[in-house]
Protein backbone atom coordinates (compact mmCIF):
# COMPACT_ATOMS: atom_id res chain seq x y z
CA UNK A 1 0.00 0.00 0.00
CA UNK A 2 2.72 2.90 0.87
CA UNK A 3 3.79 2.64 -2.81
CA UNK A 4 0.74 4.27 -3.86
CA UNK A 5 0.79 6.90 -1.58
CA UNK A 6 2.39 10.11 -2.41
CA UNK A 7 5.79 9.97 -0.57
CA UNK A 8 6.49 12.98 1.86
CA UNK A 9 9.89 13.92 2.69
CA UNK A 10 8.96 15.35 6.28
CA UNK A 11 7.21 12.96 8.90
CA UNK A 12 4.73 14.99 10.74
CA UNK A 13 5.55 13.49 14.17
CA UNK A 14 7.69 9.96 15.82
CA UNK A 15 5.19 7.98 16.73
CA UNK A 16 3.56 4.79 15.69
CA UNK A 17 2.77 3.79 12.45
CA UNK A 18 -1.54 5.29 11.78
CA UNK A 19 -3.69 5.28 8.77
CA UNK A 20 -5.86 8.32 9.36
CA UNK A 21 -9.18 8.89 6.52
CA UNK A 22 -9.50 12.76 5.29
CA UNK A 23 -13.09 12.11 4.27
CA UNK A 24 -16.44 14.38 3.88
CA UNK A 25 -19.47 14.64 1.53
CA UNK A 26 -18.42 15.57 -1.80
CA UNK A 27 -17.55 19.13 -2.05
CA UNK A 28 -16.43 19.83 1.16
CA UNK A 29 -12.79 20.29 0.40
CA UNK A 30 -10.84 17.13 0.38
CA UNK A 31 -8.80 17.45 -3.03
CA UNK A 32 -8.25 21.21 -2.71
CA UNK A 33 -6.94 20.73 0.99
CA UNK A 34 -4.26 17.54 -0.39
CA UNK A 35 -3.37 19.78 -3.18
CA UNK A 36 -1.92 22.15 -0.85
CA UNK A 37 0.13 19.52 0.83
CA UNK A 38 2.93 19.13 -1.54
CA UNK A 39 5.77 16.82 0.35
CA UNK A 40 4.02 17.46 3.56
CA UNK A 41 1.84 14.39 4.20
CA UNK A 42 2.25 11.14 3.02
CA UNK A 43 -1.32 10.90 1.39
CA UNK A 44 -3.38 8.69 -1.51
CA UNK A 45 -7.02 9.38 -3.33
CA UNK A 46 -9.12 5.79 -2.20
CA UNK A 47 -9.62 5.62 -6.28
CA UNK A 48 -5.69 5.41 -6.98
CA UNK A 49 -5.21 2.86 -4.21
CA UNK A 50 -8.27 0.52 -5.38
CA UNK A 51 -7.09 0.81 -9.23
CA UNK A 52 -3.58 -0.52 -7.76
CA UNK A 53 -4.81 -3.68 -5.82
CA UNK A 54 -7.61 -3.94 -8.85
CA UNK A 55 -10.41 -3.44 -6.50
CA UNK A 56 -11.57 -0.56 -8.82
CA UNK A 57 -13.83 -0.88 -12.43
CA UNK A 58 -14.66 1.55 -15.03
CA UNK A 59 -18.62 2.37 -15.11
CA UNK A 60 -19.58 5.23 -17.10
CA UNK A 61 -17.10 7.66 -16.37
CA UNK A 62 -17.16 7.18 -13.20
CA UNK A 63 -14.93 4.18 -10.88
CA UNK A 64 -17.09 1.46 -8.99
CA UNK A 65 -14.83 0.65 -5.78
CA UNK A 66 -15.20 -3.23 -4.23
CA UNK A 67 -15.14 -1.98 -0.80
CA UNK A 68 -14.76 -5.25 0.93
CA UNK A 69 -11.16 -6.27 -1.39
CA UNK A 70 -9.91 -3.25 -0.95
CA UNK A 71 -9.78 -3.80 2.81
CA UNK A 72 -8.85 -7.56 2.73
CA UNK A 73 -5.77 -5.51 0.81
CA UNK A 74 -5.24 -2.76 2.46
CA UNK A 75 -5.24 -5.03 5.64
CA UNK A 76 -2.05 -7.02 4.12
CA UNK A 77 -0.53 -3.51 4.31
CA UNK A 78 1.01 -2.40 7.30
CA UNK A 79 1.26 1.64 6.89
CA UNK A 80 4.34 3.46 7.09
CA UNK A 81 4.66 6.22 9.32
CA UNK A 82 1.39 8.36 8.84
CA UNK A 83 -0.57 7.27 5.70
CA UNK A 84 -3.57 9.48 5.08
CA UNK A 85 -6.64 7.85 3.16
CA UNK A 86 -8.31 10.62 1.08
CA UNK A 87 -11.90 10.28 -0.31
CA UNK A 88 -15.86 9.76 0.48
CA UNK A 89 -15.19 6.12 1.27
CA UNK A 90 -11.83 6.70 2.84
CA UNK A 91 -13.40 6.47 6.59
CA UNK A 92 -15.04 2.97 5.17
CA UNK A 93 -11.63 1.25 5.33
CA UNK A 94 -9.19 0.32 7.35
CA UNK A 95 -8.01 3.57 9.45
CA UNK A 96 -7.36 4.09 13.02
CA UNK A 97 -8.33 7.83 12.83
CA UNK A 98 -10.69 9.94 10.95
CA UNK A 99 -10.51 13.66 9.95
CA UNK A 100 -14.27 14.28 8.58
CA UNK A 101 -14.27 17.90 6.31
CA UNK A 102 -17.88 19.56 7.04
CA UNK A 103 -19.18 22.75 5.32
CA UNK A 104 -22.75 24.18 5.70
CA UNK A 105 -24.84 22.29 3.25
CA UNK A 106 -25.98 25.59 1.45
CA UNK A 107 -22.67 26.44 0.41
CA UNK A 108 -21.67 23.23 -0.24
CA UNK A 109 -24.88 23.61 -2.76
CA UNK A 110 -23.45 26.50 -4.46
CA UNK A 111 -19.61 25.45 -4.43
CA UNK A 112 -21.17 22.06 -6.17
CA UNK A 113 -23.36 24.13 -8.36
CA UNK A 114 -20.59 26.54 -9.32
CA UNK A 115 -18.17 23.65 -10.06
CA UNK A 116 -20.90 22.03 -12.19
CA UNK A 117 -20.36 18.52 -10.22
CA UNK A 118 -22.44 15.68 -11.29
CA UNK A 119 -25.94 16.24 -12.07
CA UNK A 120 -28.55 18.69 -10.36
CA UNK A 121 -30.23 15.46 -8.49
CA UNK A 122 -26.26 14.34 -7.00
CA UNK A 123 -25.70 18.28 -6.16
CA UNK A 124 -29.07 17.94 -3.97
CA UNK A 125 -28.09 14.46 -2.61
CA UNK A 126 -24.52 15.87 -1.69
CA UNK A 127 -26.30 18.39 0.26
CA UNK A 128 -29.00 16.48 1.64
CA UNK A 129 -26.04 14.08 2.76
CA UNK A 130 -24.05 16.89 4.73
CA UNK A 131 -26.94 18.57 6.17
CA UNK A 132 -28.08 15.18 7.65
CA UNK A 133 -24.41 14.33 8.94
CA UNK A 134 -24.61 11.15 7.09
CA UNK A 135 -20.54 10.85 6.58
CA UNK A 136 -19.74 12.30 10.32
CA UNK A 137 -22.34 9.47 11.41
CA UNK A 138 -20.65 6.57 9.54
CA UNK A 139 -17.30 7.92 11.51
CA UNK A 140 -19.09 8.01 14.69
CA UNK A 141 -20.21 4.62 14.18
CA UNK A 142 -16.81 3.18 13.54
CA UNK A 143 -15.81 3.94 17.06
CA UNK A 144 -12.15 5.30 16.32
CA UNK A 145 -10.94 8.69 17.34
CA UNK A 146 -12.14 11.29 14.90
CA UNK A 147 -12.34 15.31 14.45
CA UNK A 148 -14.39 17.39 12.47
CA UNK A 149 -13.30 20.16 10.86
CA UNK A 150 -15.71 22.97 9.38
CA UNK A 151 -14.39 24.53 5.76
CA UNK A 152 -17.44 27.03 5.64
CA UNK A 153 -16.23 30.06 4.58
CA UNK A 154 -12.59 29.54 4.47
CA UNK A 155 -9.92 29.18 2.13
CA UNK A 156 -8.28 25.71 1.18
CA UNK A 157 -4.87 26.53 2.44
CA UNK A 158 -6.40 27.84 5.99
CA UNK A 159 -8.31 24.26 6.38
CA UNK A 160 -5.00 22.46 4.71
CA UNK A 161 -3.19 24.08 7.69
CA UNK A 162 -6.01 23.05 10.45
CA UNK A 163 -6.14 19.67 8.76
CA UNK A 164 -2.27 19.05 9.18
CA UNK A 165 -2.52 20.42 12.99
CA UNK A 166 -4.82 18.21 13.72
CA UNK A 167 -2.48 15.13 12.15
CA UNK A 168 0.20 16.32 14.30
CA UNK A 169 -1.16 15.15 17.32
CA UNK A 170 -4.13 11.73 18.33
CA UNK A 171 -6.99 12.71 17.66
CA UNK A 172 -9.66 12.51 19.82
CA UNK A 173 -14.12 12.36 19.40
CA UNK A 174 -15.29 15.87 19.13
CA UNK A 175 -16.98 17.43 21.92
CA UNK A 176 -19.99 19.36 20.09
CA UNK A 177 -19.85 17.42 16.96
CA UNK A 178 -21.54 19.83 13.86
CA UNK A 179 -25.24 19.63 14.02
CA UNK A 180 -26.26 21.17 10.52
CA UNK A 181 -29.87 20.32 11.42
CA UNK A 182 -29.98 22.41 14.52
CA UNK A 183 -29.77 25.59 12.23
CA UNK A 184 -33.09 26.72 10.98
CA UNK A 185 -31.80 28.69 8.06
CA UNK A 186 -30.11 25.21 7.15
CA UNK A 187 -33.29 23.00 7.92
CA UNK A 188 -35.20 25.23 5.84
CA UNK A 189 -33.67 23.94 2.67
CA UNK A 190 -34.22 20.20 3.09
CA UNK A 191 -37.30 20.05 1.83
CA UNK A 192 -35.44 22.00 -1.93
CA UNK A 193 -32.93 18.72 -1.93
CA UNK A 194 -35.03 16.01 -1.09
CA UNK A 195 -37.19 16.54 -4.14
Known amino acids: MAKNLRRAPVRLARERPRRIALTGTPGTGKSSVTARWEGAVCYAEVGTIARAHRAARKVGRGWEIDLVKLSRAMRRDRPVGIEVIVGHLAHLLPVHEAIVLRCRP ?69 RRPIDWLADPDEAEHLLDWSR
Open 106 to 174: SELHRRLDRARRGSRSDRNENALAEALGVVAEEVRTARIPWAEIDTTGRSPSSVARSVLARLRRPLSRP
